[in-house]
């Protein structure tokens, strides 16, 4: 896990339409999964967790982070598999879709790593578990990365969320 | 008689000097040639009164004449009652011989078929008799006396036996009681050497017994030494402890420190991605803080390893330490105990050597005892042989006597009493 396969030999400020393209990689239920680094805009370590009554289990609390109150998403609940267990040290990005800005927990942080877009091949075509959030899958020096579409996800939790939490709050 | 003899005689003496007066011889001298021969005991010669017719002498001769026939009358007379007299002594000294030679004794004597009663012999009779009498008194005297001897012999020779039997048994167990009594020496000797021998054991066992105790002495200050050395070892793994759990506090914060750093040079990265190309080499900066961070997180974790590996092997030190502790504690506890054994075996030992010298004194007396029972018993013995060869001559005495008596009473009985 040492470094972080950044070679950022490229033009990093062409985000989206840049042949090479930046995505944040963590570890999330035993594979390699990232997402458009644009959209992180911190790691920190979760601090204490406040448990919100009748949430999902996706949703396992929510944290204060510089004065704002953050929830707590946990993918590995959402598509169905182990929560991703929370400890101390337990880092998550702080990821910003849209008008939403939520915490992802991750069980290790690897950084950045630069994916030419044209390597990207399109995902399987299962619609089940995490299949369902994928857009791509890329390869680096490290091995396979499964690519997740960020805003969809927190979408759809979000949308999971709301019926069960719309009558609180 | 010889008063009217000489009368006689000298009434003849008268006619004689008449017929001297005669012619021829006168007749007194006829006469007295007659009365010569009477006077030599020639009785036979007579005068012949028819010459004497007439003379003064012839009265005397006629006296004379008579004289002789009756001196001749006497003189057959005394003849023939001596001849009897005679034959009757020889008749009783013939019936006594006889009686004595046949030992009948019964009756009294009697002159068989004798007509002499003469007054003579009744004095010789009467003697006889008496000593019949005093003989027939000795012979049943003998008699009973013979009985009692024979009774009394054969008691003696009985006893004799019966002494003589009791002697052998008397020597033969004498014989073995001195048998015995040498065994006896054999074993107190045996007894002896044993007891000398387990009383030198008991020395040998009595000195290695001191050793053992020397031994044990020196035991136990080893045990406390090293009781005393797991207390030191005990303060010294504390001690370590102590600096090993330092050490983790220490590590723990250095591996916080790198974390956080890692967790800034992530951000710092991300800061730098925003930037741009403008933000790259800040990128490469942050990055290689990372790897810092991360090299930090990894000898931090070899570390925490390597301190987990301390806190085991200090944990498996303070058990083996405990562990000498009270293995010490109990080898004092055993050599005490071993102390308290080897003192109760030396003071047995002890008391084994002072019995077995007592022992082996005790039957060294018994032996010098022993030996001089031997001694007597030896001595006893031979008087024992003596009195047997004694018994058996008084036996053959005994033997010897009862025949006598036997033949004492045969001899005795031939003699009828009755």
């Known amino acids: 896990m040492p470094e972080p396969r950044s070679e950022p030999r490229a033009d990093a400020a062409q985000q989206g339409t840049a042949p090479d393209a930046w995505f944040f990689s963590l570890r999330l239920i035993g594979g390699r999964y990232a997402f458009e680094a644009p959209l992180v805009t911190e790691v920190v370590r979760l601090g204490p967790l406040t448990r919100l009554p009748a949430a999902p289990s996706f949703l396992p609390g929510v944290f204060t982070h510089r004065g704002e109150v953050l929830p707590v998403l946990d993918i590995g609940q959402l598509v169905g598999q182990p929560a991703v267990p929370i400890r101390a040290s337990t880092r998550a990005a702080i990821v910003h879709c849209g008008p939403w800005k939520v915490a992802v927990v991750s069980e290790g942080v690897e950084g950045l790593v630069s994916i030419p877009r044209k390597n990207l091949e399109p995902p399987p075509s299962e619609s089940s578990g995490v299949a369902e959030f994928l857009s791509a899958v890329g390869r680096d020096g490290q091995g396979t990365v499964a690519i997740l579409d960020l805003p969809r996800l927190v979408e759809t939790a979000r949308a999971r969320a709301v019926p069960a939490g719309s009558g609180h709050a | 008689m010889r008063d009217t003899t000489d009368q006689a005689k000298k009434a003849t003496k008268k006619p004689a000097p008449r017929k001297r007066n005669g012619a021829g011889p006168s007749d007194a001298e006829r006469i007295v040639e007659v009365l010569k021969a009477f006077a030599v005991g020639q009785y036979g010669g007579r005068l012949d009164v028819g010459a004497f017719e007439g003379g003064p002498l012839h009265d005397v001769a006629r006296a004379v004449n008579a004289t002789a026939d009756h001196v001749e009358a006497e003189i057959r007379e005394a003849r023939q009652r001596i001849s009897l007299v005679s034959a009757g ?41 008496q000593v019949m009498e005093t003989l027939k008194k000795f012979v049943t005297e003998i008699r009973e006396a013979a009985l009692q001897l024979s009774t009394s012999s054969a008691e003696v020779l009985a006893a004799a036996t019966q002494n003589e039997s009791s002697t052998s048994a008397q020597a033969s167990a004498i014989h073995e009681t001195t048998a015995t009594m040498e065994e006896l020496k054999g074993a107190s000797h045996q007894i002896a050497e044993n007891a000398q021998m387990v ?96 090299n930090v997180m990894e000898s931090t974790k070899e570390i925490k390893n390597l301190i987990t590996e301390i806190r085991e092997a200090t944990h498996a030190a303070k058990e083996a330490s405990d562990g000498n502790k009270r293995e010490a504690s109990e080898g004092e506890k055993l050599g005490s105990n071993a102390m308290q054994n080897v003192s109760g075996i030396l003071a047995g030992i002890q008391e084994t050597s002072d019995a077995a010298r007592v022992i082996h004194l005790a039957t060294q007396q018994q032996r010098t005892a022993t030996e001089q029972v031997v001694q007597s018993m030896s001595e006893i013995e031979e008087v024992t042989r003596q009195a047997q060869a004694g018994s058996k001559q008084a036996t053959g005495a005994a033997a010897e006597l009862t025949k006598l008596a036997e033949r004492l009473a045969e001899l005795v009985k031939r003699f009828k009493v009755e």
């Open chain 2, 89 to 129: 002594v020889d008749e009783a000294i013939e019936a006594m011989v006889r009686l004595v030679i046949q030992g009948d004794l019964t009756g009294t004597l009697r002159l068989g078929g004798s007509t002499v009663h003469d007054q003579a012999l009744t004095p010789l009779i009467a003697g006889v008799g």
């Open chain 2, 199 to 294: 009383a030198a054991i008991a020395e040998q066992t009595l000195s290695g017994g001191r050793q053992g105790e020397g031994a044990i002495k020196a035991f136990m200050l080893s045990m406390e030494k090293v009781r005393h050395n797991a207390v030191e070892v005990d303060d010294a793994i504390a001690k370590l402890s102590k600096r090993v759990e330092r050490i983790g506090t220490v590590v723990e914060v250095i591996d916080e420190i790198a974390d956080r750093s890692d967790l800034l040079a992530l951000n710092a990265a991300l800061e730098g991605a925003k930037a741009g190309e403008a933000g790259r080499g800040f990128s490469i900066v942050a990055a290689e803080m990372r790897r810092l961070a991360e």
